[in-house]
């Protein structure tokens, strides 16, 4: 009952993805080291860059008005293209493999995360001029970075199970996270203003965080839990934060209701594991990109018709109440601490 259209045009495991130009066009990258950018209406490839790495890319990202795309690489560099011309503009070499890459809101910066040492760096977008070299940071391999909306502070999480931010201004560590996960930790998005924080794990769950108030170092985080089956690769949540998708390798897309703290709808169809997930701003489409070479994109606009979402919502009636602090409705989880049930999940994390 959700239409899909499965995107084909790669040729080994696609690894990264992103919806771009409002919307009307997506970014993919693959282990067959190209990006390509795909035309949602067309089904197809209008532009492909190819011919520059030289080993399977790990991760694609844009700047907000969409002009330049940063890719990262196993054949050690990260590198910057032109998204009109598909010229490369700049090469950053690194020592190791290179896991990921994320461009900063203000578009100034590029981060990235290496194997070797389990380094970090971050570099001019415009020049490539190393502005942090952080060696060390973790005690394994860094699998995802991603800056913080203040364009100053940089998210990081690792094999190792922990979660760290770096500051950019104290060059620092801010905040080291060491008990979140059983597992390693396999991605990390922020809301857009900046104050939750959501990890993927291999423990099979996620965690959102009160980042901004600092407010996870005396209360226990969110947990989104029996979402999927096996371990969770990736999550982002949507524009105004009411939504988390998560990728997993049990093959399965997982759409979460973030206030009510609860899986709303399981997309089934890949062939193997969902490597990245992403969502459009207007919360119609969900993407997702597989190691079996295929993008699917999902209409979800009519998701809360959907009869058995419609007969579970009404199983769970009796549960739903009205937020004491914020009066939205929320779905009330059984927990032992009764105070607790009487918020939805954000003022919780707030409280």
């Known amino acids: 009952q959700i239409h899909f259209k499965i995107l084909r045009g790669h040729s080994d495991t696609v690894s990264s993805c992103h919806f771009c130009f409002e919307d009307r066009k997506i970014l993919s990258c693959s282990y067959d080291r190209t990006v390509k950018l795909w035309d949602i209406e067309k089904g197809f490839p209008i532009q492909v860059f190819e011919e520059e790495h030289t080993a ?19 054949d050690n560099t ?35 995360g290496s194997d070797k040492e389990n380094t970090m760096y971050v570099f001019d977008a415009v020049s490539a001029a190393v502005v ?75 965690k959102i ?30 524009q105004d934060a009411s939504l988390v998708v998560s990728g997993g390798y049990d093959k399965t897309i997982a759409i979460w209701d973030t206030e009510a703290g609860y899986k709303k709808l399981s997309l089934q169809g890949h062939l193997d594991w ?3 997930v992403a969502i459009s701003k207007n919360k119609k ?38 937020c004491e602090e914020c009066g939205k409705p929320f779905l009330c989880l059984q927990r032992s601490d009764s105070e607790m049930t009487s918020r939805c999940v954000f003022c919780r994390l707030s409280s």
């Open 56 to 74: 399977p890319i790990s991760e694609c990202n844009l700047t907000p008005d969409d002009r330049r795309v940063v890719t990262s690489s196993y």
């Open 78 to 112: 990260v590198k910057a293209w032109d998204m009109e011309t598909g010229k490369m503009l700049w090469t950053v070499e690194h020592e190791g493999l290179v896991t990921s890459c994320n461009i900063s809101c203000d578009s100034r910066y590029v981060v990235s």
């Open 132 to 206: 942090s070299n952080i060696q060390g940071h973790h005690k394994s391999t860094i699998t995802r970075c991603c800056f913080h909306p203040d364009n100053q502070t940089v998210t990081s999480v690792s094999y190792d199970k922990t979660i760290k931010l770096w500051d950019m201004t104290t060059q620092s560590t801010s905040i080291t996270i060491n008990e979140g996960h059983s597992n390693a930790v396999s991605d990390c998005c922020f809301t857009s203003d900046g104050r939750y924080l959501c990890t993927a794990s291999w423990d099979k769950s996620l």
């Open 209 to 238: 965080w009160d980042i901004k108030m600092g407010e996870f170092q005396c209360h226990e985080p969110v947990s989104l839990s029996q979402g999927h089956e096996g371990s969770v690769s990736s999550c982002l949540f949507s």
């Open 274 to 276: 969902v490597t990245d």
């Open 285 to 322: 489409w969900i993407l997702s990109a597989s190691k079996d070479s295929t993008l699917r994109l999902w209409n979800i606009e009519k998701m809360d018709h959907i009869p058995s979402l419609t007969e579970s919502r009404k199983a769970t009636d009796s549960k739903i109440a009205q």
